[in-house]
């Protein structure tokens, strides 16, 4: 089986897909900075440490679980 190269659809979804990720991404930071000012309380240190760790592990967890499914399927374990 050879490869194919990309056209032009797939980066047009690979753009759309960013642009939702930037979207995403100042969402969060003009909601985050609404809520701070609302509630006057800022996240501590280890509020924002833990924050990290948990998405960090989550990630690590699809990443694996994904890597994981795709080798099955290569190996015809499914």
Known sequence: M?????????????????LLLVLAIVFLVVG???TEADSRQAMSTGGYVAMVLGIVA??????????????????GRD
């Open 32 to 34: 985050w900075e609404t």
């Open 2 to 18: 050879t490869p194919r190269s990309s056209g032009v659809g797939s980066w047009i979804v690979l753009a759309v897909l960013v």
């Open 58 to 75: 989550t990630l690590a967890l699809g990443v694996g679980l994904m890597a994981l499914v795709f080798y099955s399927s290569r190996k």
